[in-house]
């Protein structure tokens, strides 16, 4: 089974920003599709951004819609997170998803196939 990693996270300021980044150690972006959930302490796992296999459409929560962006290299190189005006409320662990694209939008942790160990983003002044 492909692994994930991701990278970039941190301590920021509340208005900051932050690019996550994340690659494979696999093939686990050739074919899939690329997702970012977070999740904070006590509470359940939150979808945040989708790209296709091809880069070429995007889906998004809409609490983070304008704040943040999901964008890939291509179908098997890295995929970010660009986030901006970050506050309190976004603080969580950070995790990249792929899961083989057959055309559905997928925003449900359980229909993902690979992870990876996530990435602590915190924000606070």
């Known amino acids: 089974q492909a692994q994930l990693v991701e990278s970039g996270g941190g301590l920021v300021q509340p208005g900051g920003s932050l690019r996550l980044a994340c690659v494979d150690s696999?093939?686990?972006?050739?074919?899939?599709?690329i997702a970012w959930f977070r999740q904070a302490p006590g509470k359940e796992r939150e979808f945040l951004a989708r790209i296709d296999r091809n880069g070429g459409a995007t889906n998004y929560a809409r609490f983070v819609k304008g704040r943040f962006t999901i964008s890939r290299d291509n179908t098997e190189n890295p995929a970010y997170l660009q986030m901006h005006g970050l506050e309190p409320e976004d603080t969580a662990i950070y995790y990249c998803?792929?899961?083989?694209?057959?055309?559905?939008?997928?925003?449900?942790?359980?229909?993902?196939?690979?992870w990876g160990q996530g990435t602590q983003v915190t924000v606070s002044s």
């Open positions: 696999g093939r686990a972006f050739s074919n899939n599709a």
């Open positions: 998803a792929a899961t083989l694209d057959l055309g559905a939008v997928f925003t449900t942790p359980a229909r993902y196939k690979y």
